[in-house]
């Protein structure tokens, strides 16, 4: 494994890992934040603005963990997805908000935000390609 993976895995992992505990701190501010998306009736966002963080944070744990990495990568880079979705929706109806990515601290502007998550979205996807290729033996 070289320097950039495990360097790229560390941010990743680490970015939501560090989301998801500032949004834990404050679940009600990050619940008003998913609700200004204006995508989910409130009676979904609350159990979202509850559990949404800790996955964040399970999964940017798991990262590290060889057995689940893989399996980590692919649900971080399935919430990326949805979160460059929500922003780029919110962007284009012209609502003036922040996303909320990492709670109180988010101050970013949308578009900020959309090319943060789509550089993200590009690093697990090259991470998940680095975990596809197959060991090569080592020399001995």
Avoid: Q
Avoid at 25 to 31: N, T
Avoid at 121 to 129: F, K, N, P, T, Y
């Amino acid at each position: 494994m070289n320097r950039l993976t495990c360097l790229l895995r560390f941010l990743a992992g680490g970015i939501f890992v560090v989301a998801g505990v500032l949004k834990v701190l404050d679940p009600a501010r990050f619940a008003a934040d998913i609700d200004h998306f204006r995508l989910l009736r409130y009676f979904a966002v609350a159990p979202l603005a509850l559990y949404l963080p800790w996955l964040e944070i399970i999964c940017g744990l798991a990262v590290f963990v060889r057995a689940w990495r893989r399996s980590a990568l692919l649900l971080l880079l399935a919430l990326t997805i949805v979160f460059i979705a929500a922003i780029t929706s919110a962007w284009m109806r012209g609502l003036d908000i922040r996303c909320g990515c990492f709670g109180a601290a988010s101050t970013a502007p949308l578009a900020f935000d959309l090319v943060f998550d789509l550089v993200l979205g590009g690093v697990l996807v090259w991470l998940l390609r680095v975990e596809s290729r197959p060991e090569s033996p080592r020399k001995g």
